[in-house]
């Protein structure tokens, strides 16, 4: 089976950074992604790493060691805008590697 | 170009009633998922379906939940009889190929009394 752990919540202040992390077990692993779903919204793409390392998209950053079996998402620059839900997600050998599963989320408050 | 479409956007109906929702995906996509999520058990894969054929359905709760998907443009997901227990918002989301970029819909909250 798979599992995934998230921090539950987290809260910083504008203009701060943060880091969401995310473990995982899978049997077998391809990939692990992160979405972003602000309330009442539906999850949005945010980015997606196979290999390690650091992918980079403006503001936000993520990471992934597939030999700790662990990845973060940095946010930086927080803006009020940013307060949502994160949600990360793998996607691993199961069912020819279309098995998806997401993680519990992590809901960010960014305070003024 | 018009994102993943989901009808309707609300249902609420009563216990024993049947259900239907409906989801029309990116065109060109070859990828179609349906979600559910709740607050008890976050966002849960219910169903996929890779140009139109139904691939892996063992997220699907039991008998009482079937999905169709009849042509390239046009996926239903049924609940019959509902219950109480089925209220959570149900997501469907497409993508182009076999990558982790998929697009959501604007889901349906469905409320069974």
């Known amino acids: 089976g798979q599992s995934l752990e998230q921090p539950s919540e987290v809260t910083a202040v504008e203009g701060a950074i943060v880091q969401i992390n995310c473990t995982y077990q899978?049997?077998?692993?391809?990939?692990l992604s992160w979405y972003q779903q602000h309330d009442g919204g539906a999850p949005t793409f945010l980015s997606y790493?196979?290999?390690?390392g650091l992918e980079e998209t403006g503001r936000f950053s993520s990471f992934l060691s597939r030999s700790d079996s662990y990845g973060y998402l940095l946010l930086q620059e927080l803006q009020m805008k940013d307060s949502a839900s994160y949600f990360c997600?793998?996607?691993?050998?199961?069912?020819?590697?279309?098995?998806?599963?997401f993680g519990p989320g992590t809901r960010l408050s960014v305070l003024p | 170009d018009a994102g993943v479409i989901q009808s309707p956007r609300h249902e609420v109906t009563e216990m024993g009633q049947e259900v239907t929702l409906r989801c029309k995906p990116i065109?060109?996509?070859?990828?179609l998922f349906w979600y559910r999520q709740t607050m008890m058990r976050g966002l849960e894969l219910l169903i996929y379906?890779?140009?139109?054929?139904?691939?892996?359905d063992s997220g699907m709760p039991e008998d009482r939940f079937s999905a169709k998907m009849p042509n390239a443009s046009f996926s239903t997901l049924k609940i019959q009889p509902s219950e109480p227990r089925d209220s959570a918002v149900y997501f469907c989301?497409?993508?182009?190929?076999?990558?982790?970029?998929?697009?959501f819909g604007p889901g349906t909250r469905l409320t069974v009394l």
């Open positions: 997600a793998v996607r691993d050998s199961e069912n020819y590697g279309q098995n998806f599963v």
């Open positions: 899978t049997s077998g692993f391809y990939g």
């Open positions: 379906f890779n140009n139109n054929v139904p691939i892996d």
């Open positions: 790493n196979a290999l390690d």
């Open positions: 989301a497409s993508s182009l190929d076999a990558t982790d970029t998929q697009y």
């Open positions: 065109s060109g996509h070859d990828y």
